[in-house]
């Protein structure tokens, strides 16, 4: 059983394999030192080799072996389990049969195997350490009784064997326990290492697409660091080279100067080039004891401004709310009374025309309150998927229920294949709705019967879903087209000029746009592009 904590795949691959190459170099100087001691000028007189031929084999096999194994360090990651059990075996044969040849240096070559050891159990689980351990003195013992029993060795060589499987069960224990939490914090570090690399660009990229101007000068007015707006508001200037602030902006350079200075803050707005517009510079430093960098801070007034006039239509269009909910009831009592009053027998041709206008008026006005609080109330936007051709004859089909058509045409053009798009349904039936509405209204020319299609088509082969609303009316001139949207802005004496202008705003509440295109031959288009359906693509 592997007691190893998870690891990331890469970071422990990458530290085994250098264990592996340290543990195979070592086993290599292992066996060279055993050739050492089998072919040295001192085994001829002062270290004596009791079998020399058999000592010089196992160190040429042992350093053949080793040799293959340091060359294959990386292969070795794929057969981890297998290549350990092979060495170890080779290691404990290696050892046993040179303390059988040299029995001289016994106490030695056995300690050298703590190594091998120490090295195989941060490669093994605790389990297989432990065999190891275990094999290596059971190892040992068995020689030692070999060499008492068929050599007259003295009993004491049994003294031996125990010490050494403690020391070899202690540095299993040891070694393993030890790897474990090595490669665990190596592993660690190295996640907090990509987490840490993953913020600063997640920063540096928030930095870059802020708003707000940011530059970064040392204390020799160089500039070290600017996000986009900064050089934006700098005038785009040419990229490479040192940048010098006081060259690129020289106000800005002066108003620095006099902030690190005297500690004075100008904060008057500034045009730092020409065609860009004017920023409200803030000054802070780097860190409290780091005077030799200083943060530049560039506000754009225009988003100011136009944060302060999103302010100012929300608190007018509440405004407008309550001043309609106010509105709403005398304009129903005077309504009341000119329908009374319509009923009336007594009046003349010109009283019961007037009475006519002012119903007339009284439906204008009550459309714009409806308009108004429709507006003041708008729900956010909770897009579905819909197949654009069902959804189109559904809307024709519900349209002609509910309007006597007469002699005019609603008809449908759809396509052969679903056109999947993202949308609130509620808000494009109202939108849809208010443009057929328009059309059969005003999308005729005098005398003639008004003919609407509404067209479902892409942009492109793969493109964007559309939407088309188009008559074959008079069209719409250039320069009333470009105000159609605007609100309260209308051509007709009854209309409220809010309807196109609500059509726009639900449009863009679901990501789409609405924008009218002329038509060759006469007539208008309201095209609504909507947001494509992408499906995620599913893999086995």
């Known amino acids: 059983m592997n007691n190893s904590k998870q690891v990331d795949p890469v970071s422990n691959g990458e530290i085994l394999r250098r264990e592996l190459y340290f543990a195979n170099l070592f086993r290599l100087l292992e066996a060279t030192f055993y050739a050492g001691l089998a072919f040295s000028p001192l085994a001829v ?47 404990v044969l290696a050892m046993v049969l040179m303390i059988t040849a040299l029995s001289d240096a016994r106490t030695g070559i056995a300690m050298m195997l703590l190594v091998n050891i120490g090295a195989a159990a941060l490669l093994l689980s605790l389990r ?16 030692s009784i070999f060499e008492i029993t068929f050599f007259h060795h003295p009993a004491q060589l049994l003294v031996a064997p125990p010490l050494f499987g403690l020391a070899y069960t202690a540095s299993a224990w ?17 996640r907090r290492g990509i987490d840490l690399a993953n913020l600063s660009q997640v920063n540096e990229l928030i930095i870059r697409r802020m708003k707000t101007g940011v530059l970064l000068v040392d204390e020799g007015n160089h500039i070290h660091q600017m996000n986009e707006s900064a050089w934006l508001l700098l005038g785009s200037p040419p990229a490479g080279g ?68 999103e302010m100012t239509l929300a608190s007018l269009g509440r405004l407008s709310a309550s001043i309609a909910h106010e509105i709403r009831n005398p304009l129903a009592a ?14 003349n041709s010109e009283d019961t025309h007037l009475v006519e206008i002012i119903n007339n008026h009284c439906v204008r006005l009550n459309d714009i309150i409806e308009n108004i609080l429709q507006l003041s109330r708008r729900d956010r936007s909770r897009p579905e998927v819909i197949d654009l051709n069902d959804w189109v004859l559904r809307f024709i089909e519900e349209y002609s229920e509910a309007n006597d058509l007469g002699e005019d045409s609603l008809h449908a053009v759809v396509q052969p294949n679903a056109v999947e798009a993202t949308v609130d349904i509620q808000h494009l039936q109202q939108v849809v709705w208010n443009l057929v509405q328009n059309a059969m209204r005003y999308g005729r020319l005098p005398g ?7 067209i479902v088509r892409h942009a492109s082969e793969h493109g964007s879903p559309l939407l088309e609303v188009i008559d074959r009316g008079p069209g719409i001139p250039p320069k009333v087209a470009a105000k159609v949207f605007e609100p309260f ?50 893999t086995a």
């Not at 000592?55 to 060359?71: D, G, R």
């Not at 960098?293 to 988003?303: A, G, P, Y």
């Not at 003639?448 to 509404?454: G, P, Q, T, W």
């Open 128 to 143: 297989g350490a432990l065999i190891y351990a275990g094999g290596a003195t059971l190892a040992i013992l068995l020689q």
């Open 45 to 91: 007189g002062w270290i004596h080799l009791d079998f020399p031929l058999l000592a010089n084999s196992v160190s040429i096999l042992y350093l053949l072996f080793a040799t293959a194994m340091l060359v294959l360090t990386r292969r070795q990651l794929h057969y981890q389990v297998g290549t350990a059990i092979i060495t170890a075996t080779v290691d």
């Open 448 to 454: 003639e019967a008004a003919r609407v299609r509404v």
């Open 174 to 190: 040891i070694n393993h326990t030890l790897g474990r939490q090595m490669r665990a914090a190596e592993a660690l570090a190295e």
């Open 334 to 347: 005077i309504r009341y009374s000119a329908q009374l009053l319509d009923e009336s027998s007594g009046l």
């Open 242 to 309: 040192r940048r010098d602030l006081g060259r690129l902006a020289p106000e800005l350079s002066r108003r620095l100067y006099h902030w690190r200075t005297y500690a004075k803050l100008d904060a008057s707005a500034v045009t730092l080039a020409e065609g860009v517009p004017e920023v409200v510079p803030r000054f802070t430093r780097l860190a409290a004891n780091d005077d030799s960098h200083t943060l530049i801070f560039l506000d754009d007034t225009s988003l100011v401004s136009r944060r302060a006039e």
């Open 489 to 538: 802005f209308t051509t007709h004496e009854l209309g409220t000029g809010l309807g196109l202008y609500l059509a726009k705003q639900m449009c863009e509440v679901n990501q789409a746009n609405l924008e009218y295109v002329p038509v060759a031959g006469g007539g208008s288009c309201f095209r609504i592009t909507l947001v494509a359906f992408m499906r995620m693509a599913v």
